[in-house]
């Protein structure tokens, strides 16, 4: 008995982050995103969340709905926000736009954040996850003297 009414109030809670309520709120690519973005940062909670937010979600095998990412995002050199993903047909995509800018991005998150009303603690909280999942920033460095050997081609 008090394990139950605690599985549901562990449920409830959960199902009041931002985390939660973000993957609810969103559907096709978006969702994909979302649910990247959280995969690449809270790895080891992503069972519990799925579980609280989808009823569709049973376990570790079950097949998660496409579009989905298989990566996480990296800028490539015209300043694109790109990811590996599975397009609706399954066929596994390379370096897939995702956004078009980071301004695309950081706008899209922004819109999402003021849809969900959430708190300053929770956007900043946000906002370092999505930062956290681009993982490469491939554009050259605009500061970069080429007569200079040791100078670094990429930002990072």
């Known amino acids: 008995m008090l394990a139950t009414s605690l599985e549901k109030r562990l449920g409830f809670d959960l199902r ?3 985390q939660v309520r973000m993957l609810i709120a969103t559907t096709g690519i978006d ?10 940062n809270y790895d080891e909670q992503m069972p519990y969340v799925l579980t609280v ?13 496409l579009p989905s990412l298989t990566s996480a995002a990296r800028i490539d050199k015209a300043g694109r926000i790109v990811a590996d993903m599975v ?8 370096d897939q736009v ?18 969900l ?4 603690g929770d956007r900043i909280e946000m906002f370092h996850a999505v930062q956290r999942w681009v993982v490469a920033d491939r554009r050259l ?10 100078a670094k081609r990429l930002v990072n």
Not at 53 to 65: D, K, M
Not at 98 to 103: G, K, L, M, R, V
Not at 117 to 120: G, H
């Open 141 to 150: 460095d605009p500061t970069m003297n080429p007569l200079d050997p040791d």
């Open 16 to 18: 009041a982050t931002w």
């Open 31 to 40: 969702r994909a995103v979302v649910m990247s973005v959280l995969a690449h």
């Open 53 to 65: 937010a989808f009823s569709w979600y049973v376990g570790p095998r079950t097949e998660i709905p």
């Open 98 to 115: 995702i956004f078009a800018s980071e301004i695309k991005l950081r706008d899209s998150f922004r819109r999402l954040a003021d849809h």
């Open 87 to 94: 397009d609706r047909q399954g066929r596994k995509r390379k």
């Open 117 to 120: 009303k959430l708190s300053d």
